[in-house]
C-alpha cells in the first residue's frame, strides 16, 4: 500500500457531522501545522506538550515517557532489593547449619524475594517498557488515558513503599509468594504479615489494570494513518496481548486477596473448610491469576525479541503473520494451565491429565515462536551486539527452561520434585531466562533512544558473559540438588545430607550473577552521563520509534507519521510521509479506526494535572488503613470520591472543553 | 528523518460516539476486567455449591423480594437510559439535563431498597461460608451501584453547568448511559445466585 492510497477520498469519513449541529459551542480553531516551517513548528509544540517545571510540575506530569522512566527506574531499585534478598539467602545457604539468620526471617526474606520480583519488578518493567515505547511504535503522541497512567505509576510506588517499610518493620509476608491458606489465614498467620501481602497485591494490581487498559486503548485507537491491523509491530502485538491477558487474570489474584482479606479481618468462611468454605479455592484462584502470570512477563519479552532480532538480522521477520498467531494462542493457552501448580493436592486424575495436556500443548505456538527467530537469524549476517547476545542467551536458558517445563508437566515426575529446588531451578530459567535476558538485551537496544547515549559495547559484553556463567553457575546445579530432595523454602540443612559443596558453588554463582548486575548498573549510569552521542536510528532499524529525535521531544513527533509498510522506516528511507492538518496550540493526536487505522477524529490528549498522585494518595492511604480496620473503606470513601471529582472536573483548557 | 506532508487532517471531526471514541473502549475494558472479577466470585459460590452437598448449609432460605423490587427497578431504568443515549448523540442539552436527572433518580433507588437486601439476606457474613458469599456477591454488585451512581450524579451537575455545551461531554453522557447497561445486567445473574439457586438447589 502506499500513502498516496491512504488518502484516497474513501478514508477521511464524511465531514464531521457531529460538530456542526447540537448545543455544542463552537470549536475555538487554533494555529495549525500545515505549511508551519520546523523550527516554529517546534517551538509551538514544545509549549503545548511540555511538563510544567518546578516540583508540582514534575508531579503533575502525564508525559508517558516521564511516566515510563519513573516507573523503569522504580522497578529496577525494586530488583537490585529483591536480588539482595536473594544474596542474602544464598550466603545463609553456602553450607550446612549457618547461623546468619534465623527461620523466621529466613521466611520473610523469601516471601520478598518473590513478592518483590514478580509484582514489584517484573510486571512493572515490562509493563514500564510498554508505556514508554508503544506510543512511539505506534506513532503518536501520548498514551491513551495518560492521567490513569500517572496515577497507576504512583499507586504502584505506594504499594512498594508499603511492602519495604513493612519489611524493615518485622512485619513483612512471610507465607511465601502464593500466601496459601491455611497458612496465611486467620488461625495460621496471627499478626498482620499477611494482610500487608493481601494489600500490597491490591495495590500492584490497580496499578497495573489500569496500565492494561491504556495499552490496549492506545494500540486499538492511536494508531498512526495506515498502521492496519498487518502492519501493527510484533513488540506491540505481544504488549497487546499481554494487556489482555492481564485485563482477565489480575482480577482473579484481586479476589482471591480481599477473600483473604475478609476471611482475616471480618470473619468470612469462604476458605474455612470447618464452616462450608474450601482450602483449594484459594489455589484455584491464585493459579488462575498465577499462571498468565508467567505469560504476563514472558510475552512482552518475546516482543523485545521480535524488535531485536530484525535491527541485527537486517531483514524483516521471518514468519510476521504465525508469531502474531502465536502470541495470540499462547494468550489465550495461558488460561488453561492453571491446574498445573496443584498436581499435588490430589485433584481427579482425568482433570489432571487435561492439565498435562494442554501445558505440553502451549509449547507449540512458543515453539513456533522460537523457529521463527531462527529461520530470520539463518537467513541473514546477523550483526552480533550486545543485545543480540543477550537474545542467544535467551534462546539456551528459556529452552532449557522449557525442557524441563514439558517435564514437570507429567504428573510422576511433579509429585516426586514439587517443592524441591528442581522447580526453583526451573522457573528461575523460565522467568530470568524467559524475562530478563530479553530485558536486559531490550536495555542495550533501547537506551539510546531513551537517554540519547550509547551504552559502553565493552562493558556490555562483559555484563553479558558475567550473567551467562553466573546464571548458570547459581541455578544449573539446583536441578541436581532438587532430584536428591533438598526442599525449597529451609533455611539451613544438616551436614550429613552432603548438600554442602554443591550449595557452595550455587552461591558462588549467585554472587558471580549479582556483580553481573553491580556492573551493568555503573554501565547505565556511566552511560547515561558521559556515553557517545546516539543519533536517531544508531541501529537502522525500522520501526517508528527511531523516527523521531533521541531522546524523542515531549510531542514525540513533530508531524504524525504515515505508515506503509510493517517496517515504515526501511520502506520509506528517503522520506518519511507524513499528516498535516493538527492543532499545535492544544494537545493535539490522532484517533484512528480500529481494523484500518483509517484517521477518524482529532482528539486532545489530557493536561498535566496533579489529581492522579492525591487520588493514588487517597487510594493507598484506604488500602493501607483497612488492614487495621473495614472502616477503613468507608472513611476512604469521601477523600477517593473528592480526588476523582478533582481528576475529572474540567479546569477550563480546550484539551477539556472541547 | 525528513518527511513530506501526504494527508491532511485538518477536517476531521473533534469528538465522535460509542465506538469511535477511545474513551467507549476504556469503558469496554473496565468493563471486562470487573465483569472478570464478578464472574469468578460467582465461580467461587458455584465451586463451593457443588462441594457441599447440603448447601446452604441449614441456612434459611433468603427472603426475595426486596432482591426482585431492585431487579425490576433496573430493568425498567433501561428504557429512559436509552432515550437518553439518543438525545447524547443529537448533542441536544436541554433533553440530556432532565434525562441525568432522571437516571440520578433511578440509580439511588435501588440503592434505597437495597439497605432492605442484606437483612433479607437470613444470614450474616461470618455464619458461614454461604452467608459470607452473599454478602460478597451483594457487597460486590453494591459498591458497583455506589460508584456508578456517584459518577452520574457529578455528571448530572457537570451538564447543568457551562462545561456541558461540549462534544467531549455529550460523549461522556453516551458512556455513561453504556456503562449503566453493564451495571444491570451484571445484577441479573448475581439475583438469581443469590436468591434462586438456594431455593432450585
Known sequence: MSSADITSERDLPPESEASAKGDVAPERDGPRDTGLDDASLHRWLARTWRTPP?????????????????????????????????????????????????????????????????????????????????????????????????????????????????????????????????????????????????????????????????????????????????????????????????????????????????????????????????????????????????????????????????????????????????????????????????????????????????????????????????????????????????????????????????????????????????????????????????????????????????MSERLGRWHFWLAMVGFNAAFFPMHIVGLWGMPRRVYTYPAELGWGNINFFISAGAVLFFLSFVLFAFNLVHSALRGAPAGDNLWDAGTLEWATSS??????????????????????????????????????????????????????????????????IAVGGTFLYSIFTPWAIVWGAAPIAITLIGWFWPKGDPEDEE | MNQRPAMDLSGLPTFGHGPRSPTWWGTLGFMALEGTGFALAAGAYLYLATLWPNWRLSAPQPNHWPGTIVTLLLIASLVPNHILNGYAKQCAIGPVRIGMVVMSLLGIAPLVVRWFEFPALNIYWDTNAYGSMLWVLLGLHTTHLITDVGDTIVLTVLMFTHHGYSGRRFGDVGDNVFYWDFVVLTWIPIYLLIYWLPRWG
Open chain 1, 551 to 616: 531522546p524523542p521531544p515531549s510531542y514525540n513527533f513533530a508531524r504524525i507519521p504515515i505508515v506503509t509498510n510493517v517496517e515504515p522506516l526501511w520502506a520509506e528511507r528517503e522520506a518519511l510521509p507524513v499528516a498535516t492538518g493538527l492543532r499545535v496550540d492544544v494537545r493535539e493526536l490522532v484517533v484512528s479506526t480500529v481494523a484500518e487505522a483509517h484517521p477518524d477524529i482529532r482528539e486532545k490528549s489530557a493536561t498535566p494535572s496533579i489529581w492522579p498522585l492525591l487520588a493514588a
Open chain 1, 54 to 454: 518546578g516540583i508540582i510540575g514534575a508531579l503533575s506530569s502525564v508525559d508517558h515517557k516521564v511516566i515510563a522512566r519513573r516507573y523503569l527506574i522504580t522497578a529496577f531499585l525494586f530488583l537490585c532489593l529483591g536480588g539482595l534478598n536473594a544474596v542474602v539467602m544464598r550466603i545463609q545457604l553456602s553450607g550446612p547449619r549457618r547461623g546468619l539468620i534465623g527461620p523466621d526471617l529466613y521466611n520473610q526474606l523469601f516471601t520478598m524475594h518473590g513478592v518483590t520480583m514478580m509484582f514489584l519488578f517484573a510486571v512493572p518493567i515490562v509493563q514500564a517498557t510498554g508505556i514508554y515505547l508503544v506510543p512511539l511504535m505506534v506513532g503518536t503522541r501520548n498514551i491513551a488515558f495518560p492521567r490513569l497512567n500517572a496515577f497507576s505509576y504512583w499507586v504502584y510506588v505506594s504499594g512498594g513503599l508499603f511492602a519495604w517499610v513493612s519489611f524493615a518493620l518485622s512485619m513483612a509476608p512471610d507465607v511465601g509468594w502464593f500466601a496459601y491458606v491455611p497458612l496465611s489465614g486467620p488461625e495460621y498467620a496471627p499478626g498482620k504479615r499477611a494482610d500487608v501481602w493481601a494489600q500490597m497485591i491490591t495495590y500492584t494490581e490497580v496499578s497495573s489494570l489500569a496500565v492494561a487498559v491504556a495499552t490496549i486503548v492506545t494500540v486499538f485507537k492511536h494508531r498512526a494513518p495506515g498502521m492496519s491491523l498487518d502492519k501493527i509491530p510484533l513488540y506491540v502485538w505481544a504488549l497487546l496481548v499481554t494487556s489482555f491477558v492481564v485485563v482477565f487474570a489480575m482480577p482473579a489474584v484481586m479476589v482471591t486477596s480481599t477473600f483473604l482479606i475478609l476471611d482475616r479481618l471480618v470473619g468470612t468462611h469462604i476458605f474455612n473448610p470447618a464452616e462450608g468454605g474450601d482450602a483449594l479455592l484459594f489455589q484455584h484462584l491464585f493459579w488462575f491469576f498465577g499462571h498468565p502470570e508467567v505469560y504476563i512477563i514472558f510475552l512482552p519479552a518475546t516482543g523485545m525479541v521480535s524488535a531485536i532480532i530484525p535491527a541485527f538480522a537486517r531483514r524483516p521477520m521471518f514468519g510476521h503473520l504465525g508469531l502474531v498467531l502465536s502470541l495470540i494462542a499462547v494468550g489465550f493457552l495461558s488460561f488453561g494451565l492453571w491446574v498445573h501448580h496443584m498436581f499435588a493436592t490430589g485433584l481427579p486424575k482425568l482433570g489432571a491429565s487435561f492439565f498435562t495436556a494442554s501445558s505440553m500443548m502451549i509449547a507449540i505456538p512458543n515453539g513456533v515462536q522460537i523457529f521463527c527467530w531462527l529461520a530470520t537469524l539463518w537467513d541473514s549476517r546477523p550483526v552480533i551486539r550486545t543485545p543480540l547476545l543477550f537474545v542467544f542467551g535467551f534462546f539456551f536458558i528459556f529452552v532449557i527452561g522449557g525442557l524441563t517445563g514439558v517435564m514437570l508437566a507429567s504428573v510422576p515426575l511433579d509429585l516426586q520434585v514439587h517443592d524441591t529446588y528442581f522447580v526453583v531451578a526451573h522457573f528461575h530459567y523460565v522467568l530470568i531466562g524467559g524475562s530478563v535476558f530479553p530485558l536486559l538485551g531490550a536495555a542495550y537496544f533501547w537506551f539510546p533512544k531513551i537517554t540519547g547515549r550509547m
